[in-house]
């Protein structure tokens, strides 16, 4: 089985434009999450896919391998599509470009879902931690997921979900992580169709595979992780990396 990973990295962002080329230490976002994932030592290729020459030049300056592709795509697993289409894989996994703090063991976890798929029934797995204090829960930035007995998810939402209506059981509260593995047909077809209804409402991608019925396994891990959507996850995330380097 051939794994690759892409990272797919606009420059341009609503909440925090050119996030990625911030500084994280002596590295920009994005080259720190590039190199963090060739690091894991997990991946036949590990990429970055791009619309920026400002990413590009970044990556491919230091080392790196990047592809450029188009400015128009709707979302990041689009622009994986594309980088991907034309290279021998089997599963490609997603690594958002301003997930830097993404550890190996999780994503050796994704890759053991499709391994163990003898049938492959999954057409995408993800990641998953727990929620904790009010504040984090309804924060419409940190995407909840709730699964079945399985861990096959059921819903994203950016919402509290679930509603405990009676405030008195103990609810447990899981943070989707912006890291997928994709079986590489699923994730074609998913390139191919129009964006659903409550994936445009909710603006989130994976709730289009949810609505074509495709199957979405969850994997919980308890790591650490860091999506930098505003300048204070910036600021939390130097922090952050400024602990790990004082051990």
Do not use: W
């Amino acid at each position: 089985m051939k794994v690759v990973s892409i990272i797919p990295a606009r420059y341009e962002s609503q909440r925090f434009p050119a996030k990625l080329m911030q500084q994280l230490g002596k590295k920009t976002v994005i080259l720190s999450t590039y190199e963090n994932v060739v690091a894991t030592g997990l991946f036949d290729a590990v990429v970055v896919a791009t619309d920026s020459d400002i990413i590009y030049n970044e990556i491919s300056e230091n080392g790196g391998k990047v592809v450029m592709t188009k400015s128009t795509h709707q979302c990041g697993s689009d622009r994986i599509a594309e980088a991907v289409k034309g290279m021998e894989a089997d599963v490609v996994i997603n690594v958002q470009g301003d997930e830097p703090f993404v550890d190996g063991e999780s994503l050796k976890n994704l890759i053991e879902v499709f391994k163990n798929d003898h049938d492959h029934e999954i057409a995408l797995a993800s990641l998953m931690t727990r929620l904790n204090g009010k504040e984090e829960i309804q924060n419409p930035s940190n995407v909840k997921v709730i699964v079945d007995l399985n861990n096959f998810a059921l819903y994203f939402s950016r919402a509290a979900i679930p509603h405990d209506r009676d405030g008195d059981l103990p609810t447990n509260y899981h943070k989707h992580i912006g890291v997928y593995a994709f079986r590489k047909n699923a994730l074609l077809e998913f390139s191919q169709q129009e964006i659903t209804p409550l994936e445009a409402a909710e603006k989130i991608e994976c709730i289009r595979y949810l609505e074509h019925g495709k199957k979405l396994k969850m994997v919980y891990t308890d790591r650490i992780n860091f999506g930098i959507d505003t300048p204070e996850d910036l600021q939390r995330a130097k922090a952050h990396l400024k602990k790990i380097n004082s051990k």
